[in-house]
């Protein structure tokens, strides 16, 4: 059975994963239905990625990054920097 990533150690990880994918869409100045419809998806599909309600697999987070006008390394390299922070004991 995969792993729920809503629960346990990995729901930090999806939830800022999630959060930087949702403003890398914002900066990119899309709207949710725009990027579900350059993925030919539903029209709901980002809306669950951002909600993380749909996980992505390696290869549609590249293609979602394209089209976000950015790189997955760079996303991830995000997503490892703020967990560093939250977990860092100099936060304030």
Known sequence: MPAN???GRNSQIHEALCEVLKEARERAELSQ???SAALKRPPNFCHLVEKKRRVLNAI???RY???LQTTAS???SEV???LI???SPFRR
């Open 5 to 7: 990533p809503s629960r």
């Open 33 to 35: 239905v725009a990027v």
């Open 60 to 62: 549609e987070m590249v």
């Open 65 to 67: 990054c394209a089209v």
């Open 74 to 76: 760079t996303v991830y």
């Open 80 to 82: 490892e920097r703020r």
């Open 85 to 87: 922070l939250r977990h």
